[in-house]
């Protein structure tokens, strides 16, 4: 006879974290927020910081950074047209939580070297 095995069924992330993985999967939502943090908020400017980037990327990266309300765009009547784009408080709050991540990344490669230290 058979034993009856307990299967886990798979819990759907709530929005957040399906922002959280969608933003996180993406390869230059983390980028574009940094470029934005370093006040970089105008789309030309942003591909033209980073080499690989297209503008098509580009821009499917900030719809969907400002569909999840991390970013805000601001649209200026000028010729030719501006667009600038901003952290929500939203966003601020992702981007502290993004650099909770940087921090556990640097104490990750201090314990890396240390422990590669004590095997020599």
Same mark, same amino acid.
Not at 81 to 102: D, I
């Given at each position: 006879?058979?034993?009856?095995?307990?299967?886990?069924?798979?819990? *759907?992330? +709530?929005?957040?974290? $399906?922002?959280?993985? %969608?933003?996180?999967g993406?390869?230059w939502?983390? @980028?574009?927020? =940094?470029?934005? #943090?370093?006040? &970089?908020?105008?789309?030309?400017?942003?591909? +033209?910081?980073?080499?690989?980037? %297209?503008?098509? &990327?580009?821009?499917d990266?900030? $719809?969907?950074?400002? #569909?999840?309300? &991390?970013?805000?765009? +601001?649209?200026? *009547?000028e010729?030719?047209?501006r &667009?600038?784009?901003r952290? %929500? !408080?939203?966003? +601020?709050?992702?981007r502290?939580t993004?650099?909770?991540?940087?921090?556990?990344?640097? =104490?990750?490669? *201090? *314990?890396?070297?240390? @422990?590669?230290?004590r !095997?020599?």
């Amino acid at each position: 006879m058979k034993s009856e095995e307990k299967k886990i069924s798979p819990v *759907a992330p +709530r929005y957040v974290g $399906r922002m959280v993985e %969608t933003i996180i999967g993406c390869k230059w939502s983390l @980028t574009v927020m =940094d470029l934005v #943090e370093r006040g &970089v908020v105008r789309p030309g400017e942003m591909e +033209r910081s980073i080499e690989g980037l %297209t503008a098509k &990327v580009l821009n499917d990266c900030l $719809r969907r950074l400002v #569909e999840f309300k &991390v970013l805000e765009k +601001r649209s200026y *009547a000028e010729i030719p047209p501006r &667009v600038e784009y901003r952290f %929500t !408080h939203f966003g +601020r709050k992702l981007r502290s939580t993004c650099e909770a991540l940087v921090e556990l990344e640097a =104490d990750f490669v *201090a *314990a890396q070297v240390g @422990t590669s230290q004590r !095997h020599l």
